[in-house]
């Protein structure tokens, strides 16, 4: 991404050893320069936020909003995250809130949003009310998109996957079975995607 940016990890890009970018690009591209409202839950330093402003949110009046609780392990993330999206100057199309998504995701209107990024706590138990939660805020042909779904099997050592409790994959199955009627899963790899058909 631009040197303008700070980033001390990568999560997302080309570079990483999941280039999740692809499906970004692969699913995203239709809502390029259409006016459109996204929600991100887990945004770190914005290297994901920052790549759906730059090449997505593209009309005037698309907007994307960021929660993240900035939890302790994340260091000056925050701060580098508003560093990031003041050189982006996007700025204005970003409603930023800070703290956990359980205790947010209530305020938001039913079938609000076009698009989910769940990239937040991976714990079995905070995946399955993200997922929950979101599904409600989805607009009809909207997309949910699950970071890690199979984090703690194809990488079952990294410090990520030793501190869950539980694995992503077993939250987010028992999500796709309990609303299979109202969806369809439109990639599965290291990523699962999904898009609501009701
Ligand atoms: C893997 S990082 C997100 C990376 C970002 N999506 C990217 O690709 O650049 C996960 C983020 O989830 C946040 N997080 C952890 N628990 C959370 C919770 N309960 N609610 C919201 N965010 C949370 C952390 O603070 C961290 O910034």
New binding site residues.
């Given amino acids: 991404m631009d040197s303008k940016y700070t ?1 001390t ?4 890009s080309e570079q990483n050893g999941e280039p ?1 970018i692809r499906e970004f690009n692969k699913f995203l591209s239709p809502y390029a320069g259409k006016p459109c409202k996204f929600l ?10 920052l790549w759906m402003l730059e090449n997505i949110l593209t009309h005037n009046s698309s907007r994307l909003w960021c ?5 302790d ?2 260091g000056e ?1 925050f701060k580098t995250f508003i560093n990031n999206l003041s050189a982006s100057g996007h700025k204005d199309k970003v409603e930023i809130i800070k ?4 205790d947010h995701l209530g305020n938001f209107s039913k079938n609000f949003f076009d698009f989910i ?1 769940i ?4 714990d079995e138990k ?1 995946v399955l009310s ?1 997922a929950i939660m979101s599904f409600r805020l989805l607009t009809s042909g909207g997309i949910i998109a699950f ?2 779904y199979l984090m703690g099997i194809r990488y079952p050592d990294s410090p ?1 996957s030793k501190t869950l409790k539980g694995l992503p994959k077993n939250s987010i199955d028992y999500f796709l079975d309990l609303f299979r009627d109202e969806l369809e899963v439109i990639h599965s790899d290291y990523q699962l995607w999904i898009r609501k058909t009701l």
Avoid: K, L, P, R
């Fill in positions: 980033f990890e990568d999560w997302f999740v991100e839950i887990g945004s770190y330093e914005g290297m994901s936020a929660i993240d609780a900035w939890a392990w994340t993330a703290g956990c998504s359980s990024y990239d937040g706590n991976h905070q993200d970071d890690d990520g």
